[in-house]
């Protein structure tokens, strides 16, 4: 599992929870780290939790990315409730 968030503590919740059920975790704080595990593991993974705002760009930016590379399922985590985000997802 692909865990990409900048909250440090959600990411590292969530990293704990995955982890004690058994789950690889891979996980990125920020586009360029996100962009480098997507080029290099996007095909292997099973799931990526993918925030929506992150540190030098979108998260909407890295699901391009992912889907030029797989067809791996993406939940998309976002504290925002705008209608058109949520269509952009």
């Known amino acids: 599992v692909m865990v990409i968030e900048d909250s440090a ?44 705002n992150l540190p030098g760009g979108t998260g909407f930016e890295l699901l391009k990315l992912v889907r030029e590379r797989s067809d791996v399922p993406v939940f998309i985590l976002s504290a925002l409730r705008q209608e058109e985000q949520i269509a952009q997802g």
């Open 9 to 52: 503590a959600l990411r590292g919740l969530i990293t704990d929870i995955l982890s004690r059920q058994g789950f690889h975790v891979q996980s990125a704080e920020n586009v360029p780290q996100a962009r480098a595990l997507i080029a290099k593991n996007a095909a292997q993974v099973s799931l990526i939790l993918l925030d929506v």
